[in-house]
């Protein structure tokens, strides 16, 4: 597929809700399988079944591909980029521990009430939805919020670079849960953690937590 424009043109040209819409209509393609890794994602048929037209769905292939959920090539075009289990174990998992442990322990260390209320809403919404992809938002608005209150504006730079990525694999490990209260109970672990003011036992439940994902 051939494709028109360059990664330099601003993305403002699409109206905000427009191009929100359009990309959470194509983030959850991908994340529930609709659209599966190598699939193409071709500018007119994206524009037949969204009703968008074609030079916004361009734009939204391109920030995809920023966020590393497409992948371009030659002659071929834009492709859905699989999430492969070495991607999780050798390069997400490492890059999350880094950035979350000292954020959760910086939490631990000086919680705002804020913050705890925060978690804590989101640990109640967890336990109660049964949607995947409902439950893998309010997992990153979970972990996002943590980092978010390091105050390390680098270091949540580097989470909303692989969050799109991060995202992908929770949706994608959802269905290996046998026990669907598992993840809430673990972030209220954490949340617990976090109450208790104990930095050292909330790096530990934190590294714990994400090593989880894993998986095999």
């Known amino acids: 597929m051939s494709?028109?424009?360059s990664m330099s043109e601003p993305v403002s040209a699409i109206p905000e809700s427009r191009r929100d819409w359009l990309l959470r209509w194509l983030r959850q393609a991908i994340s529930s399988g609709e659209l599966r890794?190598?699939?193409r994602l071709?500018?007119?048929d994206i524009s037949a079944r969204s009703g968008v037209s074609r030079g916004p769905v361009r734009e939204a292939i391109m920030i995809l591909e920023q966020e590393g959920l497409v992948v371009?090539?030659?002659y071929r075009g834009a492709q859905v980029a699989p999430v492969s289990q070495?991607?999780?174990s050798e390069i997400l998992v490492p890059i999350r521990l880094v950035i979350e442990r000292f954020a959760f322990r910086h939490a631990a260390e000086n919680a705002t009430p804020e913050l705890v209320d925060r978690l804590a809403a989101l640990?109640?919404?967890m336990e109660k939805t049964t949607s995947p992809d409902r439950l893998a938002d309010l997992d990153l608005a979970f972990h996002e919020a943590v980092i978010a209150a390091s105050g390390h504006t680098q270091t949540l730079s580097i989470w909303r670079t692989i969050q799109p990525r991060v995202r992908a694999y929770f949706v994608r490990d959802a269905p290996e849960h046998s026990?669907?209260?598992e993840i809430p109970r673990q972030h209220r672990a954490l949340l617990d953690a976090i109450r208790a003011a104990d930095p050292d036992a909330t790096e530990r439940a934190i590294a714990e937590h994400v090593e989880t994902y894993?998986?095999?």
């Open 123 to 125: 640990v109640s919404d």
């Open 72 to 74: 371009s090539h030659p």
């Open 42 to 44: 071709v500018e007119r």
């Open 86 to 88: 070495a991607e999780i």
């Open 214 to 216: 894993i998986g095999g």
């Open 3 to 5: 494709r028109s424009g």
């Open 37 to 39: 890794a190598g699939d």
């Open 179 to 181: 026990d669907p209260a």
